[in-house]
């Protein structure tokens, strides 16, 4: 069974900067997508930024400019630094990991970590 473990969440000023790690257990080139989601108190989890090993990476637009995913394959690993936060961007932040296994897709999510931004 995959896990996806993450850290670097915690209370930050407006402005201020956040990176969050993700670390699988086992390679991260077996999937073929890695995302990032949140979920703020009251609302929906929503997609911050997709990449997939064809070679995209998508993100929110209310976040261009300011997340940037990254991974290290060595680490198996996976990133997103936040800079200039907003308090809208509170939220319980979830990375994700997807492989096709035959012929179902299976779905991986880490267990959440709390960003909280303060105003």
């Known amino acids: 069974q995959v896990r996806l473990v993450e850290s670097g969440g915690g209370l930050v000023q407006a402005g201020g900067s956040l990176r969050l790690s993700c670390a699988a257990s086992?390679?991260?080139?077996?999937?073929?997508?890695m995302a990032w989601h949140r979920q703020a108190p009251g609302n929906k989890r929503e997609l911050v930024v997709v990449?997939?090993?064809?070679?995209?990476?998508t993100y929110a637009d209310s976040v261009k400019g300011r997340f940037t995913f990254s991974r290290d394959n060595t680490k198996n690993t996976m990133y997103l630094q936040m800079n200039s936060l907003k308090p809208e961007d509170t939220a319980v932040y979830y990375c994700?990991?997807?492989?096709?296994?035959?012929?179902?897709?299976?779905?991986?999510w880490g267990q959440g970590t709390q960003v909280t931004v303060s105003s």
């Open positions: 994700h990991a997807g492989r096709l296994n035959g012929g179902s897709y299976s779905n991986y």
């Open positions: 086992e390679s991260i080139l077996s999937f073929n997508t």
């Open positions: 990449f997939t090993f064809g070679g995209t990476t």
